[in-house]
């Protein structure tokens, strides 16, 4: 007979994988042994008993939801991914047209380091460094917001900023709340659509995302942000709501206009 | 079962930007991922919300999966992950919903029912370590193998492992399983 105990055997024959020798040897002890064999019919129920349990129905929408998730994600990424495949392209479909594109970049960044960085007498020029900035001034500016509104209530202080960035909606959210809140943050889901939420490491809450809607529960002091995609050319706005602490604020945001 | 090789080419499909190849990775395993999270947290929304977070932590991470391996043993093993880390937040002792749906019984009678609660009741009372190992053995219908794939564990665990839950569902279940 194999080396293993009955207790040992009883498993491996709930699981089939005893050899005839092994699962005559286990009836033989069952025969002769109450203990054992009462022990492997309370084994063998539970093992049936699992066995019939079956696949829950995952609930409806998931897929759905997954699917939005993954295309606003996508949607995102979109952007940088971008820029690297540009970059990568030459060398993919023409390596040495590629290589020849990098010496040529790397003549340039050199021929800009001499320029405006190496000493004067590096270049015998008298005349000094050039000084001033590459970028025009107006590329410098902060974004300029299109709706700011102050968010204080009773135990709440706070304000919300929209922006417009790279044809993108952005709602950016800060408080400071004593309780939690219920956040709403609603738009009309024929005109924008949700491509992402961020909140601030410390910032509390549940982030529900629905069409139409981001719902934050047990909201708190933090600062959340909604990026919105435009859809379609109107004017847009986004209605914001906060709950707790006894009070209620509702607020109209302008998002601009769909290009 | 699963096609594996299937399952490799709508991932090298995504990573190559065509997003939408992942909606038949999704429709294919939000089954056995939804009942594997609502086995192991006993709660449907919480199970809902594990496996789509599961699923779009999957999409974001598909640049890492490695074909030489099963897509179902490395999204499991998100999926399971993301259990864990969810019961590591929870409250201990939380008490089970009683609506939790009992699974497709072939006798779908009031005592198929109640033998469902009872061991959904067992099994959420066993540590993790051994409710994992009974979750992939009975509602996954996974091999020893394939656990030992999913979970990071030698067999030989998995087996001790199984052995020790076993028991230990036996016992929880008490009465039930003098019957």
Redo the contacts between chains.
Sequence with gaps: MSGFGP??LL?RE??GENTGEESAALQSRLASDPGLRESYE??R???L???????????PG??A???H???S??ARAGGA?GWLDLLRAPFVSRPAFGYALTLAAGILVGAVFVGFVAPPGLLSRRDGPAAGTILPSERLAEPKPLDRQDLAAEGIRGEVVTNRADGRVVAEIRLESEGPLDVRLGFDAGTLSLLGFERGRLAPGEVRLAPGEVRIEGAGTGRYVVVLGVLGPSALRLRLSLEGNGVRVEKTLEAGTGS | MIDGRDDSDLVRRCVD?D?EA??PL??RY???L??MA??MVGN?ED??DI??SA??KA??KLSTFDPDYRFFSWIYRIAVNECLNFLSRRKPHQPLDEDL???????GHAE?RE??LG?DEALVKLPTEYREV?VLR??MDLS?GEMSEVLLIPEKTV?SR??TA??L??AH?GPW???
């Design positions: 207790e040992e498993q709930l699981d309370r084994l129920r539970l093992h008993a699992l066995g019939r349990i079956g696949p829950a129905d995952p609930p998931l897929a939801d997954v699917m998730a993954v295309r994600r996508a991914r | 930007g997003t992942f909606a999704v429709e939000q089954r056995v939804f009942t609502l086995r449907p199970a809902r496996t789509q699923l779009v999409y974001e749906p009992a699974g497709e019984s072939p006798e198929a033998l469902s061991i009974v009975y509602f020893y087996k199984l052995y076993r028991q569902l036996a279940l399983s003098e019957r």
